[in-house]
Nanobody
Framework: QVQLVESGGGLVQAGGSLRLSCAAS????????MGWFRQAPGKEREFVAT????????YYVDSVKGRFTISRDNAKNTVYLQMDSLKPEDTAVYYC?????????????????WGQGTQVTVSS
């Protein structure tokens, strides 16, 4: 069982930056593929970024490539999402997720545990 707690969300102007953190409980954090998803009002939850258990593989949705960076620190049981050059369309609740599969994935069904989410609002 893994419990995930996100933090770092807030209100920022367009062009600004935020760093999201996701702290995981449990001693087996290092075996999980981790992902970030987001959900805007009235829209479905969408994939943002994912990172393999070792951190050697990452993948991003096209809309955030070059602006967002996912990373992890297995010693701290934490995954991060550095968000730069933020745009109003990045406004959403951001969720981190953990998956037991060793394969990185962009689909929600491949993730077994979810955090409660943190709000990111980007003003124009």
């Amino acid at each position: 069982q893994v419990q995930l707690v996100e933090s770092g969300g807030g209100l920022v102007q367009a062009g600004g930056s935020l760093r999201l953190s996701c702290a995981a409980s449990g001693r087996t954090f290092s075996i999980y593929t981790m992902g970030w998803f987001r959900q805007a009002p009235g829209k479905e939850r969408e994939f943002v970024a994912t990172i393999s258990w070792s951190g050697s593989s990452t993948y991003y949705v096209d809309s955030v490539k070059g602006r967002f960076t996912i990373s992890r620190d297995n010693a701290k049981n934490t995954v991060y999402l550095q968000m730069d050059s933020l745009k109003p369309e990045d406004t959403a609740v951001y969720y981190c997720a953990a998956g037991r599969s060793r394969l990185i994935s962009t689909t929600t069904a491949r993730y077994d545990y979810w955090g409660q989410g943190t709000q990111v609002t980007v003003s124009s």
